[in-house]
């Protein structure tokens, strides 16, 4: 089994904190992958898989426990009907490369989510979306293997419970995955457009991205403008740019009720969030009297601008307390960045000081994006 020499965290994860586990073991193949997996579940050890190391936020004493790093690549085309491109994912290819190569092909549906970091496999776990995108609006399907179970089996998104920046494989923080599994592979559903058509981007994008409704777009244009808007805000990973060395946004926009909503200021962005449908209401024909009961009123979640809460509550870009070397990035007020040599302390101290100004202010409580391991808020 490919054990090695642990490495510190602090050199394999964006945020750059946390020491050496106790264990650490490179999986290359599917079948590494699922070996190891075993072997650690059998023995009982603390452990988690690490991808690209993008989305955690690791403590500054050793994991005693085991880390899997997951390596696996490789994108493999199958049958799909006329117009569409089915592809199998391995769980450790990078997702940036994944989105260069399905624009490259002509194959739409996940353009919009270029330049975020991590891996494959991790995509659905966070259900990472972007200027209108979010890969539920492609996935298909996922294999993965359960924990407790150690079987195999392949999932469609629609038992996976993906909402925004969640689903039932997420380790939220303060609380345990509804189900403990590993992806293995994905499988997404594009529409094999071409490489030189020109596609309808959405309001979302359009409006984010300047281009005018009807004017159209063709992949590799919205790819690069997506690359450069993300580049402003310090979201691509460059090593000449200290904003990146960060969890991208370490707080969600928040999810509030629409009262909830309403006693914020009015300067506050929002966007309402479409409900689900009604259900179907069925009246068998010997029990229906000619009425039809009204539709019970349902109210509309809200999903409110974080960064705006924590600039007006007094953090400008580039905060930072005194004589500590984590600070907010200068270019996007939700990330949380390491200026250089900081610890995992110094970062949850600056989370915490923001999250309680926030609520001292608004009365809503933050929730951190990024996985905690080892660290508390």
């Not at 490495?7 to 106790?22: D, E, F, N, Y």
């Not at 936020?57 to 994108?75: A, C, M, W």
């Not at 594009?190 to 309808?200: I, S, T």
């Not at 009204?294 to 809460?309: E, G, N």
Request: aromatic letters at 6%; one cysteine or more.
């Amino acid at each position: 089994m490919p054990e090695i020499e642990p490495i510190p965290l602090s050199q394999l994860t964006t945020l750059q904190t946390g020491a050496a586990p106790a264990r650490m073991v490179d999986a290359a193949t599917r079948d590494e992958l699922v070996a190891e997996l075993l072997e650690t579940w059998g023995r009982g050890d603390a452990w988690f898989v690490l991808g690209g190391g993008s989305n955690l936020f690791v403590g500054d004493e050793p994991f005693d426990g085991t880390v899997v790093r997951i390596l696996t690549r490789g994108i493999e085309r199958i049958d799909a009907p006329e117009g569409r491109a089915r592809v199998r994912v391995e769980a450790g290819h990078d997702w940036d490369a994944l989105v260069a190569h399905a624009v490259e092909n002509g194959w739409a549906g996940i353009e919009a989510m270029s330049g975020i970091p991590g891996t494959v496999g991790a995509a659905p776990v966070q259900n990472i979306g972007a200027y209108g995108q979010e890969i539920v609006q492609s996935l298909l399907e996922v294999e993965l293997i359960d924990e407790a179970t150690g079987e195999i089996s392949v999932v469609p998104a629609a038992d996976l419970g993906l909402g925004f920046r969640t689903s039932v494989l997420k380790h939220h923080y303060g609380s345990v995955p509804a189900r403990s599994a590993v992806i293995l592979s994905v499988t997404l559903d594009l529409a094999d457009v071409g490489p030189d058509a020109r596609v309808e981007p959405g309001e979302q994008l359009r409006t984010s991205l300047g281009i005018e409704r009807g004017a159209g777009a063709g992949l590799a244009e919205i790819r690069e403008r997506v690359l450069s808007t993300r580049r402003g805000k310090g979201m691509v990973l460059d090593p000449s740019d200290p904003d990146t060395a960060s969890a991208g946004s370490f707080f969600q926009n928040a999810i509030v009720s629409e009262q909830f909503a309403r006693t914020l200021p009015d300067a506050c962005p929002r966007w309402p969030l479409v409900p689900d449908a009604d259900p179907v209401l069925v009246i068998p024909l010997d029990a229906f009297d000619g009425y039809v009961p009204r539709a019970a009123a349902r109210s509309t979640d809200v999903k409110v601008s974080s960064a705006w809460l924590i600039e007006q509550s007094g953090f400008r870009k580039g905060f930072a307390l005194p004589r500590s070397r984590a600070g907010l990035s200068t270019k996007h007020a939700l990330a949380l960045t390491n200026r250089g040599g900081a610890t995992a302390e110094e970062l949850a101290e600056l989370a915490r000081y923001i999250g309680q100004r926030v609520q001292s202010e608004f009365g809503l409580l933050l929730q951190p994006e990024p996985v905690l391991v080892n660290v508390e808020l």
